[in-house]
């Protein structure tokens, strides 16, 4: 288990405090989902789902590259 992990409601990550996913969160999950990017698109689309409820004052555009527009 990872040590950043998000901080609800905020989505900020409980090690360093950064937007979730923080960069150390996007290697890790780069890693464990190597032979699957499609599982890690739908995982972090879920989490962007819950985000956009819990953060209703972000705009659609800036969850979506926060959660998303970081994947290849």
Do not use: K, N
């Not at 995982?43 to 290849?72: C, I, K, N, P």
């Amino acid at each position: 288990m990872t040590a950043h992990g998000p901080v609800l409601p905020l989505w900020l990550c409980e090690a360093c405090d950064r937007p979730w996913p923080c960069a150390t969160r996007r290697v890790q999950l780069l890693g464990e989902y190597a032979t699957s990017p499609v599982a890690l698109r739908i995982y972090l689309a879920s989490r962007l789902t819950a985000a956009a409820q819990d953060m209703s004052w972000a705009s659609a555009d800036t969850l979506d590259r926060r959660f998303l527009g970081w994947l290849a």
